[in-house]
């Protein structure tokens, strides 16, 4: 039985280990266009119906400290730049930053959802960590050094 365990714990360390090191990019790289379609699409929505989405901002999104129209125009730019940041991975971690500040106007201003919480985690570890090994900044960083 012990052979077996060292044999297994052998096969977990020099084989699966580093396997799943060499794609690690993978979860990360799907997370970053995840929520990048969600702003993304909320953005194209915007665009739309214009009238529509000045409207909303004056009448039922109410964004403290700023006219609807500055409202509307600012959400709707960081909706349709930012997720480009995040999905190449260029200059993600301000993309991440931006969207991160637009969860919390929209969770603590407008709606609270459960499911702002799941973005504010993804957005705060592209943030921290970076957007890995498959982006624009990556290869930037590797090329020109940090």
Do not use: C
């Amino acid at each position: 039985m012990t052979s077996l365990i060292r044999k297994a714990t052998t096969l977990i360390a020099h084989r699966l280990l580093p396997l799943l090191d060499k794609i690690s990019f993978l979860p990360v790289l799907g997370m970053r266009l995840w929520i990048a379609d969600v702003f993304w699409k909320s953005g194209l929505n915007k665009l739309n119906d214009w009238e529509g989405t000045v409207a909303l901002f004056a009448d039922e999104y109410q964004v403290p400290l700023i006219s609807p129209e500055l409202a509307a125009y600012s959400g709707t730019a960081v909706e349709l730049i930012a997720p480009v940041l995040v999905a190449l991975g260029l200059g993600a971690r301000f993309g991440a930053l931006a969207l991160l500040f637009m969860t919390a106007v929209i969770e603590f201003t407008y709606l609270s959802f459960p499911i702002h919480l799941v973005w504010a985690l993804m957005l705060t570890l592209i943030l921290t960590q970076g957007a890995g090994k498959l982006s624009v900044d990556y290869l930037i960083r590797k090329k020109f050094g940090n």
